[in-house]
């Protein structure tokens, strides 16, 4: 009778730790994601709708992946699989295709936007490791789009103060 109650008291335990957990994924602005080693999506919170337009569904297994931009997969891939295989955090900025709102309610517009994301990733188990195919990455991303378009200003203004040379 007891290991049956202490069995009841764990389960119920484990549900409020999960709604926790839950709550936090539902609330937070980031986007939480969680990749098998080749980078198909197992998990995605919420957030990702806000940042990208588009339902979690249509993001899981490779759905995110189809959306990064193609010059830019290999970096994506790489901070996903190095962060599995080294047990190491990465980061990578990579720019992936955001939904306006019309393009749920008619044909994808031909001009696609995109944004830049900074992903930051880690294995999920760092015991996990050693089972090289079985290593989880959980990412935490942000749209930091501002920062690139501050960046690359910044860095146009340096190469015209350039080429405009010292004055006399």
């Known amino acids: 009778f007891s290991a049956e109650s202490l069995a009841q008291t764990s389960r119920k335990l484990l549900v409020v730790e999960e709604e926790r957990y839950r709550l936090l994924a539902h609330n937070i602005s980031d986007v939480i994601s969680r990749h098998s080693r080749n980078g198909a999506i197992q998990f995605i919170s919420p957030a990702a709708e806000a940042l990208l337009g588009a339902p979690a569904a249509l993001l899981l297994e490779h759905g995110l992946f189809d959306r990064v931009h193609v010059a830019d997969r290999p970096a994506y891939l790489t901070a996903l699989s190095e962060a599995a295989r080294s047990g190491d955090e990465r980061s990578v900025e990579f720019r ?3 939904d306006s709102a019309r393009d749920h309610d008619q044909e994808r517009a031909s001009s696609a936007e995109f944004i830049w994301i900074e992903m930051r990733c880690r294995p999920i188990d760092a015991m996990s ?4 195919n079985g290593v989880e990455v959980v990412a ?3 749209d ?3 920062r690139k378009t501050q ?3 910044l860095e146009l203004a340096r190469m015209e103060a350039e080429r405009a040379g010292p004055s006399k």
């Open 144 to 146: 930091v789009t501002e």
């Open 151 to 153: 960046e690359q200003a």
């Open 96 to 98: 992936v295709r955001r």
């Open 140 to 142: 935490v991303m942000r």
């Open 129 to 132: 490791r050693s089972l090289a």
